[in-house]
């Protein structure tokens, strides 16, 4: 039998005490940046991610809604910036975020939501998911929004063909609740 010395046990302890510290606190910074979007103030991310590089005391300025992405009370996703925003019927956004994309997109143009749920259940990539907005379809793909329960937004495994758009929790509530079935949905590039 293998005796192991108190260096050895030691060093096995302060290993994983490190990583169990590492790991809370990312999940810290991720309650943070999904409690600083479910209040609708930017956090650090949602600064960088806005494009903007905010001064002591000002507030980031948000991503402009792209052109030419229709009138009206509408989502607005854009492949190239991987963001999406809630625009109202006066044609401003009421909340913009970046979102992590699927394997595959849908093709630009005008949608209409015809799935809107906010059950838990089971994404194509075999992830937990929950208020799942449906807009597209092309071949077996279905496209549409929702968030991981368990609040990630990782990077598909590029094996799965997946349509599944992934926002925040919070996030993905806010699209929810913005949306109903017949919702206008118009992904730009």
């Known amino acids: 039998m293998a005796r192991f010395g108190t260096g050895a046990v030691v060093t096995t302890l302060t290993a994983s005490a490190l990583a169990l510290v590492t790991v809370l606190a990312l999940q810290a ?26 001064k002591a005391g000002a507030s980031p300025k948000p991503a402009a809604v792209p052109a030419h992405s229709g009138t009206g009370k509408r989502v607005v996703y854009s492949l ?3 963001r999406v925003w809630l625009v109202e019927a006066a044609g401003t956004a009421s909340r913009t975020f970046t979102v992590q994309p699927s394997t595959v997109s849908p093709s630009t143009g005008t949608y209409n939501v015809y ?34 329960t368990d609040g990630t937004t990782a990077a598909p495994n590029p094996a799965k063909k997946t349509g599944g758009i992934r926002e925040t929790l919070g996030d993905g509530q806010a699209l929810y609740d913005f949306t109903v079935d017949g919702s206008k949905v118009v992904v730009v590039a």
């Open 29 to 54: 910074k991720s309650s943070a940046n999904v409690t600083s979007a479910a209040s609708g103030k930017p956090g650090a991310s949602a600064s960088a991610a806005a494009g903007g590089s905010a």
């Open 115 to 148: 799935s809107h749920s906010s059950g838990t259940t089971t994404g194509s990539d075999g992830v937990q998911i929950k208020n799942v907005v449906i807009f597209a379809e092309r071949g077996s793909t279905v496209f549409g929004f929702s968030s991981a």
């Open 80 to 82: 190239g910036a991987k």
